[in-house]
Structure formats: structure tokens, C-alpha cells
């Protein structure tokens, strides 16, 4: 069993997708069984495929190789959004793409259209002082555990039609409104249509169980036999070492949950391989979407004369993408600093993405392989080009 461990190096953008996509093509082209596991975050995570035929996909709420074969597991940290799922499993759907084996933690938690409501009236009431939240309700779903009794996956799924419905239905008339009134705004919820919503919501619930496979249903956990069944491990962490929860310094802009290594991924059990590695992703600059703090900003024309990135698109929660040098001295710092958290059988390893915009700084010792990509597209264009010892 191989494994391998993507963690974006900045604040996200910086091509995991693109590299789970193509260390998953390996796999397939090695005629090799692979999983790829969603470490963290949620349906927020915006992890985007462009492939040399023209084909795109902004992989939410599915591992990035299922164009490759590889199947999907969400982690127990991760945030499911049975909305998302079947929008996107429907918009993949329609591609003609087999689907893969989708695992789900049973304890997995689980956002509702309330939560997400909460989370964009909350950012719209916040004008010029907006978080940058991404509109998908994560911290709120987080906030709704911590505070009320509420359902993780498989407890959910287990309910009947009346009990969800009345689930759904105090949350929408009780927890929502008292959390307004905490955070001291009042938007009219007159707007929206509740009982369409909460239905719709039921359905899309249904469907998603269909279509996936609790894990505490079968003789497997995530410890053991479903992990060793397959020869390749692609942990797919979502967002970057810069926006992780740990960086209070630039509360409230980063993300609620732990971006690099840490105990979560560790619970997996790569079992002392060796040859497990740790590939930390870095375009050969900075960007960012939304508010908070990014160093030594620029044009984006410093980078690269009439530079623009057609799949970051200008959105209301985000607005348009930021830019910036990339210091490597601190890019180094910071991979050094997370990478201490790892298990010293690890394997450290640099994938720079976007050579062919800027290049790439001179890789510091100490890293295992580096990778790197002369576009930001997945095919045979991406090669590792030397390893460091």
C-alpha cells in the first residue's frame, strides 16, 4: 500500500486537485486500485481538473481522480452537504464518467440549508468587514454541534421522513432566528421558501444514502480492511497551511479546521509505511480568495504580464482572486514548521503547479522528490523532474 498526503502550502488555490488528479492517474495507469480520502473542510473546498481534451470539473464533493478510477471516502472531519452531493453527482453523472465507491464515515456532520442561510445572511449583514467566508455554512454547521443536540450521518439517515422534517423544522423556526438575534441582525426569512427547502433537502438526503456505503455497516473500519484493500491512498487535504485554524493571528479569516499534518489524518494509520509521503503543493506564486491578510500582494500583471485565472471566477461571497510574490523562505518555514507533526517514516516532498507562468524557486534540501507542473492542466504534461535528497 502506497500513500500520499496533499496539503496545500499557502491559502488553498495552489492545485491539490490537480495533483490528487494526477497521482491517481498513476494508479490507474499502473493498473492499481486507489482511494482518495477528504481529509477536512467540506462541500466549500473548490478543487479544480482541467484536462489537455478540454474536460473541466471543480471537484466539491468528490475525490479529484474519479476521472482516473479512484474512489472517494469521507473522513470523519469532513462536512457533508447532501445538497452539493447530488448537484454535483448529477452534473457528473451526465458526463457519461463511471461513478466510483463512495465510503462515508458514520459520525461525518452534516449541513443543512439553515445553516447555510445563517452563514451568507451573516456575511452579507458584514458589508466592507466581510469574514470571506465561501457561503456553504462550514463554521456554522460546526457551531450547530457544538451548541444543540444534532445528528452526525448515519444517525441522520436512520430517521424517519416526519422525524427529519420536524428536525428541520425547529431549526428553521427556533435555532436560526435565535441566532440572529444574537449576532444582532434580522433578515427577512419571507424570502425564502422553508417547506420547499426543507422537502427538497429530505430528497436530496435520500439520495445521497443511496449512493454511498456508511462504513460502520460492513465488516471494514477506517482503520483497517478498506484501507488495505487498495494499493493507493491519496489523502485530498482541502484549503492551506496558511488559512488553518490554528493561525489565530488572522482570525476571523481562516478556515475551522487543521489544514496540515496532524492527530486527524494520523487516526487513519498509514501503519509505519514507508512509503508513505507528505507532498506539500505551491503554485510558483501566491493567491488568495477573500478577506484577510496576504504579504507582499501585487497586480497580478507582476506576476505575469495579462495573467488571469479563468476558473477562479469573481463570486459574491469571495469576490475576485488575490495575488502575491512567493516569498520561499517562508514557503519553506512553513512546510518545515507543519511537517514536524509527521511521523519520521514520512517522506517530504514539493509539487510546484503553474511553471509555465513563473518559475519556480530553488528547492531546499531536505525534500524526498519534486514535482513539478509546466501547466495547470492534468495530463502527461506533469513530471518530476529530480529528487533531493
Not at 427529519?164 to 434580522?186: A, N, P, Q, W
Amino acid at each position: 500500500m502506497k500513500a500520499k498526503v496533499i496539503i496545500g502550502a499557502n491559502y488553498g488555490d495552489e492545485g491539490k486537485g490537480l495533483v490528487t488528479a494526477y497521482f491517481s492517474k498513476q494508479a490507474r495507469d499502473n493498473n492499481e486500485t486507489c482511494l482518495n480520502i477528504l481529509t477536512n473542510g467540506g462541500a466549500q473546498r473548490a478543487h479544480t481538473v482541467e484536462c489537455l481534451n478540454g474536460r473541466t470539473h471543480i471537484f466539491h464533493h468528490f475525490g479529484s481522480g474519479l476521472w482516473f478510477g479512484a474512489d472517494t471516502l469521507f473522513s470523519n472531519e469532513f462536512i457533508l452537504n447532501p445538497m452539493e452531493f447530488v448537484r454535483e453527482y448529477s452534473e457528473l453523472y451526465k458526463t457519461g464518467v463511471p461513478m466510483p465507491h463512495i465510503w462515508v464515515s458514520a459520525e461525518c456532520r452534516v449541513s443543512t440549508p439553515f445553516d447555510m442561510i445563517l452563514n451568507q445572511e451573516l456575511e452579507r449583514s458584514r458589508g466592507d468587514n466581510r469574514h470571506g467566508s465561501c457561503g456553504y455554512g462550514i463554521w456554522e454547521t460546526i457551531n450547530r454541534y457544538r451548541r444543540i443536540q444534532s445528528p452526525c450521518w448515519q444517525q441522520l439517515i436512520e430517521k424517519s421522513y416526519f422525524e427529519i422534517r420536524d428536525y428541520l423544522k425547529y431549526l428553521s423556526t427556533h435555532y436560526i432566528r435565535s441566532m440572529f438575534k444574537e449576532y444582532g441582525i434580522s433578515p427577512d426569512l419571507r424570502d425564502y421558501d422553508i417547506n420547499g427547502m426543507i422537502d427538497h433537502y429530505i430528497e436530496d438526503v435520500n439520495i445521497m444514502a443511496s449512493f454511498t456505503n456508511i462504513l460502520s455497516r460492513f465488516p471494514v473500519d477506517m482503520r483497517g480492511t478498506l484501507l488495505k484493500s487498495y494499493d493507493n491512498l491519496i489523502y485530498e487535504c482541502g484549503q492551506g497551511l496558511m488559512l488553518s485554524e490554528q493561525k489565530m493571528n488572522i482570525w476571523p479569516h481562516n478556515t475551522p479546521s487543521i489544514t496540515g499534518i496532524n492527530k486527524k489524518i494520523h487516526s487513519f494509520d498509514l501503519h509505519g509505511d514507508e512509503n508513505a509521503e507528505v507532498i506539500y503543493v505551491s503554485r510558483t506564486y501566491l493567491t488568495r480568495h477573500g478577506a484577510g491578510p496576504l504579504p507582499h500582494e501585487c497586480d497580478p500583471n507582476w506576476i505575469s504580464l495579462g495573467l488571469q485565472d479563468y476558473t477562479n471566477i469573481k463570486n459574491e461571497w469571495q469576490g475576485s482572486l488575490r495575488y502575491a510574490e512567493l516569498n520561499p523562505n517562508e514557503l519553506y518555514k512553513r512546510i518545515d514548521d507543519d511537517f514536524q507533526n509527521a511521523r519520521h517514516c514520512y517522506k517530504k516532498s514539493i509539487f510546484f503547479t503553474h511553471c509555465n507562468i513563473r518559475k519556480p524557486p530553488r528547492i531546499k534540501r531536505g525534500f524526498y522528490k519534486a514535482y513539478y507542473s509546466y501547466s495547470p492542466f492534468c495530463d502527461e504534461d506533469i513530471k518530476v523532474k529530480k529528487t533531493i535528497w
